[in-house]
């Protein structure tokens, strides 16, 4: 007797990202590697909120993920591998992170005078901060 039968296709590995940054800043630009799964389907890096993603040059699995959420806002991707003849598609993976305020360029005070006596009056100039806030005296 002839016993025949069709071999399944196996689950691959857990893809994994790494270097993820949760808490990056509004503007901010950092770069994520995708790695395991198994066999050789493509792998794809899709945005889903508040930032964007490319494809470092010259790279497979290196992606440049640049946050376009303003300070409170999420911003997610999802990772992907394709199956192929041997192997079913990976699980997706999606990460999630919330956009920080950016932090503001120090303040700079030219012209203050420390040695000023009571009722003596003097001009300052200050420059630097980021943003358009008010700035307030106290």
Known sequence: DKLSGLAQKTRQRPLNVNNWDAKACSGDSFDVTVDGG????ATSLTTLSGCSATLR?????VYTVTVTAVGGEPYSIQVNKAGDVNFT???PVILSGTAEK????????DGWNSTAIAGESF???ITGGS??????FS
């Open 102 to 109: 950016a932090r503001q360029a120090a303040l700079e005070i």
């Open 38 to 41: 198994s066999g050789n389907g």
């Open 57 to 61: 040059n010259g790279e497979t699995e």
């Open 131 to 136: 943003g358009d806030g008010e700035i307030t």
């Open 89 to 91: 598609e990976a699980s």
């Open 123 to 125: 001009n300052i100039r």
